[in-house]
């Protein structure tokens, strides 16, 4: 059986637990702050960075991997014995991730590596993986797998909102003067991530209105729900009841969003993702 190798990056916000049991590569984004710099953790590891970026005017700016970082990943693999790397990455349009990973497959020409561009980020990704870990385990083929992911990418959805318009304005995504009318006004934004990007799909009023907005988006026949939030677990639980209730058939994970992601939300930003 074809031994094949899932490699993803940090922005899927797997935990290490999960990534160490099922020897997923993650090749993590970076981040500065101020004069901190460092690799996007894993998700339990999140609020210290959070913390800081509620209390101080900074704002942390990101970047993708080096080409070097995903070549070492490649090689590491093949000296263990796989035969075949499924690389599962950010949407390109939000990241240089993907061409990162690109360039280091270029330099292993004779050897079996596709890159995906997921289109898509946090659980949505995260879905993807553990899709390509189970047929993997079931000894389907890489072609067969890269298929699936293919097209299951494209039935995906993403929808968030924030509970401050400040962050989006420090991101540069706002005016200063936009974000504190916004805020006078109590209004949230409801975001999509569509065709790998990001958009503004909605202005409301009031954080729980722009949750139900959400919530209303979600087709009966939903599989797969990730809520995804910023230290709002306790917001996070409340939607974990409304989405049980009303599709009492799918599978709901509650999970965390990291730096990369989280920083143009903010501290209490939640959203869902879901096929």
Same mark, same amino acid.
């Given at each position: 059986?074809t031994k094949i190798?899932?490699?993803?990056?940090?922005t899927?916000?797997i935990?290490?637990e999960?990534?160490?049991?099922?020897?997923i *590569?993650?090749?993590q984004?970076?981040y500065?702050?101020g004069?901190? *710099?460092?690799?996007?953790?894993?998700? /339990?590891e999140f609020? @210290?960075f959070?913390?800081k !970026?509620?209390?101080?005017?900074l704002?942390?700016t990101?970047s993708?991997?080096?080409?070097?970082?995903?070549y070492?990943?490649?090689?590491?693999a &093949?000296?263990?014995g796989?035969?075949?790397?499924?690389?599962?990455?950010?949407?390109?349009?939000l990241?240089?991730t993907y061409?990162?990973?690109m360039?280091?497959?270029?330099? &292993?020409s004779n050897k079996?590596?596709?890159?995906i561009?997921?289109?898509?980020?946090a659980?949505?990704?995260k879905f993807?993986?553990?899709?390509?870990v189970h047929m993997?385990?079931?000894?389907i083929?890489?072609e067969e797998?890269?298929?699936h !992911?293919e097209t299951?990418?494209?039935n995906?959805?993403i929808?968030?909102?924030?509970d *401050?318009?400040?962050?989006l304005?420090?991101g540069g995504?706002l005016s200063?003067?936009q974000?504190t009318? /916004?805020?006078?006004l109590?209004?949230?934004?409801?975001?999509q991530?569509? @065709?790998?990007? !990001?958009k503004?799909?909605?202005?409301i009023?009031?954080k729980q209105?722009?949750?139900?907005?959400i919530i209303?988006k979600?087709?009966s026949?939903v599989?797969?729900?990730g809520?995804?939030?910023i230290?709002?677990?306790?917001?996070?639980?409340?939607?974990?009841?409304?989405?049980?209730?009303k599709f009492p058939?799918?599978?709901?994970t509650i999970d965390?969003?990291?730096p990369v992601?989280?920083?143009h939300?903010g501290?209490?930003?939640?959203?869902?993702? &879901?096929?």
């Amino acid at each position: 059986m074809t031994k094949i190798k899932i490699v993803t990056d940090s922005t899927a916000y797997i935990t290490k637990e999960y990534a160490e049991k099922e020897n997923i *590569t993650i090749v993590q984004l970076n981040y500065m702050f101020g004069d901190e *710099t460092g690799k996007e953790p894993f998700p /339990g590891e999140f609020d @210290d960075f959070f913390k800081k !970026l509620s209390t101080t005017k900074l704002f942390p700016t990101t970047s993708q991997p080096s080409a070097g970082e995903f070549y070492n990943a490649f090689d590491e693999a &093949f000296k263990e014995g796989y035969d075949d790397i499924i690389v599962i990455l950010l949407s390109a349009k939000l990241s240089g991730t993907y061409n990162s990973a690109m360039v280091a497959k270029n330099m &292993f020409s004779n050897k079996r590596i596709t890159v995906i561009d997921s289109q898509n980020a946090a659980a949505n990704m995260k879905f993807l993986v553990e899709d390509a870990v189970h047929m993997a385990k079931d000894g389907i083929t890489s072609e067969e797998i890269v298929e699936h !992911l293919e097209t299951k990418k494209r039935n995906m959805k993403i929808y968030l909102t924030t509970d *401050t318009l400040e962050y989006l304005s420090r991101g540069g995504r706002l005016s200063s003067v936009q974000a504190t009318v /916004g805020n006078i006004l109590n209004i949230k934004p409801v975001i999509q991530l569509e @065709d790998g990007e !990001l958009k503004l799909l909605e202005k409301i009023r009031g954080k729980q209105k722009a949750i139900t907005s959400i919530i209303s988006k979600v087709p009966s026949d939903v599989q797969k729900i990730g809520i995804c939030h910023i230290l709002d677990y306790e917001f996070a639980e409340k939607m974990n009841v409304a989405l049980k209730e009303k599709f009492p058939h799918a599978i709901i994970t509650i999970d965390e969003l990291g730096p990369v992601i989280g920083s143009h939300l903010g501290p209490k930003g939640i959203g869902i993702c &879901f096929y």
